[in-house]
């Protein structure tokens, strides 16, 4: 991000309302700007904190939801991370040989600034809030889970990306020497995922990066996932590597292995059903073994901010 | 009966009724939480996979008791058979209870329209209601009245235990090493039973 230092205020850089009390954050974002360019050391902004506490606390953003969360214990001991294993508990007891720093993201494609940035150039400028979203897994089951990250919408404008950015594809890390799963071809290694340009810079779409205010654990996808409250888990990419902006719909990697299952845009809809599978309830998981199940609900409960996006679109035919 | 069952016998099968309960032990004490031990996050999803792999198992086991007593000529084994296969059969029930009663909570329209609408839940349920004539004709009564009938109709067991690996295969989301290993155990045990089968047909044909 350190590129030569621009002082026009784009509405990306804006600060919100919200961080408008907070000090750091106000400096964070001047920086970023270019307005204040060099008074802070990399200390000081938005980083991963070695002592797994974000420094300062996320705000909590108001539109969580008012469910009680699963216990951080479920979230990170009940995983999807195949790089790690198949089964629900391989990426805890697995995903330890996980090297999370150095990080760096390397961008490309349909965007004005691109190359590759370090984890501390894509984190400083921006606040973090603490977000509790759903999270719904395709195989029918739910979580409730308090996210640490800020919008991907925010990260995604400071590329600049052209008019011809349709589409984000997002790379999940593929090193067999720390991830045992990726020798096993269960899924198109590197794990891909991918979202239209306006699902992934509207403002419910979340840049992770902590879980319970703590750092991200590295089963869920430490050290920088998304997360995509209204889609089925398996669209929100962990571990990410690479962002790509293209014009094209991307490859996807459960798309590519079973394409009459899992469709791209995979959004929570319990009216179109997994082939196998019903998709009009779910297991709320955390309630015991008597809990029963919930009905699901039109993309998980977010349809009234996110329903737009999709008129016009048959979902049972892009499911 | 007349004859005195060897002290042996009596003791595997002590054995292999404890074998037989520990899996549903462990469920219980991971059910109540025993001293730490739990049934993970999604405790249903849990039981389901525990009950219908320990159901598979001994159907695959009480498939093994005959290949093993032709080759070791241990004739008593044959009285292990019937306690795997009921053993089988109470898991397969225990997973289809977990199903109806803790996954879907008696939702009888939704059970049936999973038997009806998903072909691995209709592979699933047919085989649990093929099972069924087979328990029901476990006892050594039934096995006398029905004579050579009995052995014609415990041949479904070949069905059930096919239908079961379908089952498995056709739920797993990607990752299938498990049900392919259950698919070559299960081809195994069925050729070794067909080379069996063409071996007596030789001898016939060359006397």
């Known amino acids: 991000m350190r590129k030569k230092p621009d002082t026009r205020i784009k509405p990306s850089e804006i600060t919100p309302e919200g961080a408008f009390l907070n000090r750091r954050a106000l400096l964070k974002a001047a920086v970023a700007a270019g307005l204040v360019p060099g008074i802070m050391s990399a200390s000081e902004a938005a980083t991963i904190p070695a002592g797994g506490e974000f420094d300062p606390k996320p705000t909590k953003w108001p539109g969580s939801v ?23 508990g391989d990426p805890a007891a697995n ?18 600034k691109t ?20 999270l719904r897994c395709v195989e029918a089951w739910s979580m409730v889970i308090p996210w640490v990250g800020f919008p991907l919408a925010d990260l995604l404008k400071r590329f600049e990306p052209t008019s011809q950015a349709k589409f984000v594809q997002f790379l999940t890390l593929a090193d067999r020497n720390q991830m ?28 992770v ?37 293209t014009d094209k719909r991307p490859l996807t990697s459960w798309n590519m292995s079973a394409p009459q299952e899992y469709g791209f845009y995979s959004n929570v809809n319990p009216k179109v059903d997994h082939p196998r599978w019903s998709q009009a309830s779910e297991r709320k998981l955390g309630g015991g073994l008597l809990a029963g199940r919930a009905p699901t609900l039109m993309f998980n409960g977010y349809a009234d901010q996110v329903a737009s996006l999709y008129t016009g679109l048959d979902l049972a035919k892009n499911f | 009966m007349a004859v005195t069952t060897p002290r042996w016998v009596v003791t595997v099968k002590v054995a ?6 520990a899996p549903f032990a462990l469920l219980v004490l991971r059910a109540l939480e025993f001293h730490g031990l739990s049934l993970g996050a999604d405790p249903v999803q849990e039981l389901l996979n525990v009950c219908g792999k320990t159901g598979l198992n001994l159907l695959l086991l009480t498939l093994c008791i005959t290949p093993i007593r032709r080759s070791t000529g241990i004739n008593r084994l044959i009285s292990f058979r019937r306690l795997l296969g009921l053993f089988g059969f109470f898991y397969v029930v225990l997973h289809f209870t977990t199903y109806v009663w803790l996954d879907l ?33 476990s006892t050594n009564r039934m096995q006398r009245q029905l004579g050579r ?28 090493s498990e049900p392919l290993l259950y698919a070559f155990l299960l081809t195994v045990l069925l050729g070794v039973r067909l080379h069996h089968a063409w071996k007596l047909r030789r001898k016939a044909a060359s006397q």
């Open chain 1, 66 to 88: 008012t469910d009680k969360p699963n216990s951080l214990e479920d979230i990170s001991t009940y995983n999807n991370y195949y790089e790690f294993g198949a089964a629900k």
């Open chain 1, 95 to 112: 995903a330890h040989t996980l090297k999370t720093k150095p990080w760096s993201i390397q961008v490309s494609g349909e965007a004005a």
């Open chain 1, 115 to 134: 190359g590759t940035f370090t984890l501390e150039d894509i984190l400083a400028p921006h606040a973090l809030e603490e977000r509790v979203y759903r």
């Open chain 1, 180 to 207: 045992p799963g990726i020798r096993y071809p269960i899924l198109e290694w590197p794990y891909r995922e991918g979202l239209t340009i306006e699902e992934a810079t509207h403002p419910l779409t979340l840049v």
């Open chain 1, 209 to 245: 990066v902590g879980v319970y205010g703590k750092v991200l654990p590295n089963q869920n996808g430490a050290p920088i996932r998304i997360v995509v409250p209204w889609k089925y888990g398996f669209k929100s990419a962990k571990s990410i590597v690479r962002i790509h902006f």
């Open chain 2, 16 to 21: 292999v009724w404890g074998a037989c309960l």
């Open chain 2, 105 to 137: 909570g008696f939702a009888w329209d939704h059970v049936f329209e999973d038997i009806a609408k998903r072909p691995y839940i209709t592979v699933g349920f047919t085989a649990l209601l093929l099972l069924i004539p087979l328990a029901a004709t």
């Open chain 2, 149 to 176: 009938n009995w052995v014609r109709v415990h041949r479904l067991v070949y069905v059930i235990a096919v239908l079961g690996v379908v089952h498995f295969w056709w739920q797993v989301k990607r990752d299938i």
